[in-house]
């Protein structure tokens, strides 16, 4: 929170991830060489560890970090960020 009393955040759940990729970045390579398909768990300038699927690094990064910011991308895919800790719900497909 700011001294105002509000969020530091326009939209609490947009977060910014700049630290977390530049830290990606710095390893990427190293990553895609050993690790491709992967997910890796990155928690501010850190690597955390990486997991045979995204699902075990979400599960990881919950339960290590709970609400606070963490990134979770899989190794050389596009970026999967995860602002508090939140996940975005499953669809329900109503049965017809």
């Known amino acids: 929170m700011n001294d105002n009393g509000e969020g530091t955040f326009p939209n609490e759940l ?4 700049c630290r977390e990729n530049a ?7 190293e990553l895609e060489r050993d ?5 890796a768990l990155m928690y501010g300038d850190d690597l955390v560890g990486v997991f045979d699927d995204l699902n075990s690094a ?3 990064g919950r339960r290590r970090f709970g609400l606070e910011q963490f990134m979770v991308r899989e190794i050389g895919d596009p ?12 669809n329900k497909i109503a049965a017809a």
């Open 23 to 29: 830290a990606y970045e710095v390893i990427k390579a």
């Open 79 to 90: 970026v999967y960020e995860m602002g508090l800790g939140v996940l975005p719900a499953k």
């Open 58 to 60: 979400v599960d990881e």
């Open 35 to 39: 690790s491709m398909g992967k997910g």
């Open 14 to 17: 947009e977060r910014d991830f």
